[in-house]
């Protein structure tokens, strides 16, 4: 079974190689879906992005999973959480760093939260500030560096990185804990931080109703105007208008207390009902 493990987890690999070095990269995924309403959707992106600037510290990792045929294929080859891509955080800055195709890049925390089904906040475990700060300056510095295809089959290019790697070696994991990898998954990180936020599913029902509920009674203008132009291209002329287009009930329901999975979320609980 063991062998039959490898072997399937070995084909995946492959796959997902190809699909980073071919025309299907931008390819959707087949086994998650967004919420239909645009307007509640990107509403929970802008909601999860201010809580992320208010829960994490310059340094902390993003473990996320991404609606992209790609991540299907990671989650699939990969034990433990659903996780499909790694980065490191700027809250300050409001941006992340992160390995992918087809380079290092730094983009807004907005339009990497967008892309994902779900996001966690990582704290690398025995660190201070001013460590997290140094592997925040050092993948800053390899922006702009080509992404490493062959590295997820465990062909090592040191000029180049996949995500987890990035990560890995801007926290440099490999001389504070001893430990090296042939090839290291966003999973495999969370043995070495502690989970500091978890966003819950974008698609759940429930998280629909927080979101919609924010954007209507809680966002501030600038964030009501953010969110419509996204979606709409153009300033909201009524967001109550927008907001009767089919798709899923609002309301300021909170989550209530208990946990999302195994990853509790009493702080975001907090912060959602407070409107912070």
Known sequence: MA???????????IAITSLLSGCLLSAPSVMTHRPADRVVDEAVTRLWAREIRSVAQPGDWLLSRSYSAIGDAIVLATPGEELSHAAIVDPERGTVIEAITPEVREVSIE????RNRYVMVVRPA???DDDRRAALARARSAV??????????GIDDERTFYCTELVYWAS????????HHTILMPSDLLAYGQVMYFSGRRDDP??????????DERAS??????VMTTVRGRPPAAIAAARSAPGPAVSTTSIGAGTI????VDTVEIQRSSGR
């Open 144 to 153: 702009g560096t080509g992404f490493d295809y062959s590295g997820v089959l």
């Open 172 to 179: 440099d994991l490999a001389v504070r804990r001893g430990d």
């Open 3 to 13: 062998t039959l493990r490898h072997f399937l987890s070995s084909a995946i690999l």
């Open 206 to 215: 429930q998280m629909l109703r927080v979101a919609g509920g924010w954007l």
């Open 221 to 226: 203008a600038a964030e009501r105007t953010a």
């Open 261 to 264: 999975d195994t990853f509790t």
């Open 126 to 128: 025995d660190t201070t």
């Open 111 to 114: 339009d990497f939260v967008r």
